[in-house]
């Protein structure tokens, strides 16, 4: 006997399955291509503002190509404003743990020097290390609704400023001469200079969250000892376990994670195993705070070093 037709609930309940009950969600039984009917991209996007990060295990048959028409029905796709795309893609990252900027060991949201930053990344599973190599996400929209009010207050009258260039060595002191050469020479081609409001207002759900992460070089209007103290005291929130997801990858995985109310970590704990995973990445608007202001651009240089080349 064949199972009933499913009219309005094209992605049934059973076929979601919370990892946590803050942030992460397994959808399975879909095969993700750019030819899904839109009433499913629909219910994956209402499943992505639910759980800000959603897994699909089996998906082996997507390349760059099929990565991308899939990517693309979520919206335009955007390239990495400073390392571009893989050659003949729109937006394709490759993250190689044996090149430079392979092994994102750092909280982060992507992308956020610059002031429409990515609204979703698709990444997915290529080459999976036997042990270790998870990611880990949180959830910044439950890290603002765990702050007590008063940290809450501050939070929605700071603004940061978020830059591509920072100090590299202190951030990854034991990185290697190619991951050295990589963030000198790609990574920080151009600099980029962003002034964001800490807490955001959520384009589509009206959620406010926590806008932070390793791009964050200072708060405005205080001094550096003192933005790096308050910076810890908001970010611990963000990292605290009961916020955040793990996933244990496959090749063949794809996640998908609302880069407007989450920060990610690629745990560095597989030493030389092998790891690659690709990134496509869909564009975003620029960040409203609380009191309806705009994120701004200020600096958009292209490096002296970078010119002359
Ligand atoms: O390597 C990973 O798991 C995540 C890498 C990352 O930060 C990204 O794709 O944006
Ligand atoms: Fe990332």
Do not use: C
């Not at 990252?93 to 750092?106: F, K, T």
């Not at 009010?149 to 939070?155: Q, T």
């Not at 932070?212 to 910076?231: C, E, I, M, P, T």
């Not at 916020?243 to 920060?263: E, F, M, S, Y």
């Amino acid at each position: 006997m064949s199972s009933p037709t499913l009219v309005n609930q094209v992605i049934p309940d059973a076929d979601v399955v919370p990892l946590t009950a803050r942030v992460g969600a397994e959808i399975r039984n879909v095969r993700l291509d750019d030819d899904l009917p839109k009433a499913v991209i629909a219910a994956i996007n209402q499943q992505l503002l639910r759980h800000k990060v959603v897994f699909f295990r089996d998906q082996a048959h997507l390349d760059d190509a099929a990565q991308e028409a899939f990517a693309q029905r979520l919206g335009d796709l955007v390239p990495h404003p400073t390392q571009g795309a893989v050659q003949g893609t729109s937006s394709i990252l490759a993250l190689d743990s044996s090149r430079g900027g392979g092994r994102a060991d750092q909280w982060h949201t992507d992308v956020t020097f610059v002031d429409a930053y990515p609204k979703f990344s698709v990444l997915r599973g290529v080459v999976i290390p036997e042990a270790g190599g998870d990611t880990i996400w949180s959830n910044t929209h439950a890290a603002y609704l765990s702050l007590p009010e008063p940290l809450r207050l501050l939070a929605d009258n700071l603004w940061a400023v978020h830059s591509n260039v920072y100090d590299y060595a202190a951030v990854r002191p034991r990185a290697t001469a190619d991951e050295k050469k990589h963030f000198e020479e790609v990574f920080t081609s151009t600099v980029y200079e962003t002034e964001h409001p800490v807490v955001r207002v959520h384009p589509e759900t009206g959620e406010r969250s926590l806008l932070l992460g390793n791009f964050v070089q200072r708060l405005v209007g205080l001094s550096k000892s003192d933005s790096a103290r308050l910076y810890e005291v908001f970010q611990s929130y963000v990292t605290a376990p009961e916020n955040t997801v793990r996933w244990r990858w496959r090749a063949g995985d794809v996640a998908i994670w609302d880069n407007r109310a989450t920060q990610h970590y690629a745990v560095n704990d597989y030493g030389d195993q092998h790891r690659v995973v690709r990134r496509a990445t869909v564009d975003g608007d620029v960040p409203v705070s609380v009191d309806g202001r705009r994120s701004v651009t200020h600096v958009k240089a292209e490096k002296p070093a970078a010119r002359a080349a």
